[in-house]
Structure formats: C-alpha cells, structure tokens
C-alpha cells in the first residue's frame, strides 16, 4: 500500500505540472501503456524504492526511502538547455523538504532534483533527474 501512496503523491504532482507546460508534456508512467510521441520531449517516470524498515520495538514503524527519478526524453543534436529546464522546472516543484499527505503517509523530499549523466542515441537525449524521497507511519 505504501509504495503506491508515495508513487501517487509524485506522479499526481508531476502530472498536473506536466499537463501546464506548453506544449504539454506526456509522461510513461512505470509499467503502463505509451506511445513515445513522435518529435517531441517526454518525460519517463519511476520510484526507485530502497528497502523498507522499522525502527522500533513494537515493529509499528515503518519507514520508506528511495528516489522517485524522472528522465527527461528530448531531441538529439538540440544541446542539454532542455533537459537543464526540466531539471529546474523539477527542482523547484519538489522542493527539499516538501511534504506531500496522501492516504495519511506523509512524503518529504529529502534532497535536490539531481542531474544525473544523459545519454543519447539517433532517436533521443535522455537526463535522469532524481528526487530523493523518505516517508514514515506508525501501524494501527
């Protein structure tokens, strides 16, 4: 259940923004039906879930860690203005020590929206940004 609230919290944020940008931009959801489309930028979006853990006696406690990445998909030969937007863009909509509530979890951002090493082929420049996150209930 915990995975899928923390999922929902950032794919919900990313997906309003996303749908403002102008033009907008599509993102594939991990797992779910896409169609990259054809000459313009996307987003790919995963949570890269870390083990779960408990810190007390009772085994009440549970804590999630890990990082939800986001991989911004642009034109090949355009240059990394792009993919730096986004980045930005990202930054700034999870901020460090957002908090997201959702289904009584509560979701911080942990660190800034990272850059990580592109890669690019014929077809596309792809940037994984990463967003480290942490979330913790107590059980009933």
Known sequence: M???????????????????????????FENASFEPPAGEDYLRAYLLASETTSRDM?????????????????QPNTGPARTGQILAALDALFPVNLAMVRDGIRVRVQGPASGLTPDSNATTYERPISIPYQAQTYLP
């Open 58 to 74: 009772a085994g009440k406690h549970r804590e999630w860690r890990g990082i939800f990445q986001v991989t911004a998909v642009t």
């Open 2 to 28: 915990s995975e899928q609230t923390i999922r929902a919290a950032f794919e919900s944020r990313l997906a309003s923004w996303a749908a403002g940008q102008v033009p907008p931009l599509q993102i594939a």
